[in-house]
């Protein structure tokens, strides 16, 4: 299971690196011990829990400036926004850095500063990301587009960012596809109708549902599945598919995390997505 992590020797955000993207494909985590985001020491006072709002689990940046979730207000919520701002940027560059090819087709989502402490959350079951895991969300369905993370430890007390990593994407499928309840059409057209969700949800989207719950509700497959367990430094940061590669996020503290979306089929190995491996297992295609 040691193999499903890969430490990469790099302490520049935006050094190019070469032979890092078939890993990053295969669902693997990529693990730069030594990149760290410094701040700034006025920065430094922005590590506290009381800068987010209590009625939001995270501060977000969009991407037209506008930052959520902050309790702060003034020059606080300015130098916030342009930290978090500042992280975007050595995020997107990393990325470039690992997978040039991916830059024309990638769609940037907000970006986000997580300073609650994971095991305080008291959630249900299906959003308790303490569970193995790999992204699907039932209100946005994507067709089949990656969900690409960037994340880094800021812990100001030294304190580990802990998380299980599982077996790969392909063995999870084997496992919990059969069980998957079958997809219904006119069900998928009602959930839009009803705005439930904010696209029509494909068969794609709902089999990694399937794979969410599944994996999330199964408690000896938690327990007894192959794991590795990983405690990310303050001062590392880790890159990953989060929709391929099976994580639970069992505690920490003080985290910065960048989202990017990319089309399946703009991988440098399209036959490496989800999508396809969940095409190849069924044998046919996924609408």
Known sequence: MDNRIITVDSRDWSQPLQGLVSALEAGKVLYFP??????????????????????????????????????VQGEEQVRLAAMIGRFRS???ALIDAIAPAYKPALRLAPTSYRPAQVESRV??????????????????PNRG???????????PAGEPRVWRVGEAFEDIARRF???????????????KALHVTK????????????????????????????QVTMPFPPGSTWVCYSDQTAHAVMSGQFMMEQTLHLAAERQVDPSANPLAILERQLGRKLT
């Open 177 to 191: 596809v059969p069980r998957a309840k079958p997809y219904v059409a006119w069900q998928a057209k009602a959930l």
């Open 145 to 155: 587009e990656r969900i690409l993370r960037v994340f880094t430890n800021l812990n």
């Open 123 to 140: 959630q249900s079951w299906r959003a308790d990301d303490r569970r193995l895991h790999v992204d699907a969300f039932p209100s946005r």
């Open 90 to 92: 050595q995020a997107c």
């Open 34 to 71: 030594e990149l760290r985001f410094e701040l700034t020491p006025d920065e430094s006072k922005l590590l506290r829990p009381d800068v987010r709002d209590e009625k939001s689990r995270n501060i977000s940046l969009r991407n037209d400036g506008v930052l959520a979730g902050a309790a």
């Open 199 to 226: 696209s029509l949800r494909t068969e794609y989207d709902h089999l990694m549902l399937q794979l969410h719950d599944g994996m999330k509700g199964d408690l000896d497959y938690q327990r007894d599945c192959p």
